[in-house]
C-alpha cells in the first residue's frame, strides 16, 4: 500500500527532497522532462505514469472539476495553497498520504492540503 506522487513544475524543490528523505516516490515534471506543458497535458501524464499529481496551482482545480462534470476518469490531485500549507506541513502531510494510500484512494479525487 503505497501512491507514487507527480509533483507539478511549481512545487518547490524542497517539498520533493523532503519526501525523498522520508522514502516517498516522487516525480517532478522536470526531471520528466516535461517542463512548459500545459496543465492539461501535465495531468495526463500523470495519468499514464499512474502517479497522484501534487500542486500548489489552482488551475488544476478547475481542469478537474471539468474532467468531474464531463465524466471522465483522472487519477487524482493533491492541492496545497501556498498561503495555507507551509513546506514542512506538505512534507509531512504528503509523506502520510504517499505511505498509507493505494491509488484507487485517489481516482477522480481532490485532497486539499493540510489535512
Not at 516522487?26 to 502517479?51: F, I, T, W, Y
Not at 488544476?60 to 462534470?69: E, S
Amino acid at each position: 500500500m503505497a501512491i507514487a506522487l507527480y509533483m507539478d513544475e511549481n512545487v518547490p524543490r524542497q517539498i520533493l527532497l523532503g519526501l525523498r528523505l522520508r522514502g516517498v516516490d516522487v516525480l517532478s515534471v522536470q526531471e520528466d522532462q516535461r517542463s512548459g506543458d500545459p496543465d492539461p497535458l501535465v495531468l495526463a501524464r500523470a495519468n499514464e505514469l499512474k502517479r497522484v499529481l501534487f500542486t500548489r496551482d489552482d488551475d488544476f482545480l478547475a481542469i478537474a472539476n471539468q474532467l468531474l462534470q464531463e465524466e471522465t476518469n483522472f487519477i487524482g490531485i493533491i492541492y496545497a495553497a501556498q498561503q495555507i500549507a507551509s513546506i514542512g506541513v506538505c512534507v509531512r502531510d504528503l509523506e502520510l498520504i504517499a505511505k498509507v494510500s493505494d491509488l484507487e484512494d485517489f481516482t477522480n479525487h481532490i485532497q486539499y492540503l493540510p489535512l
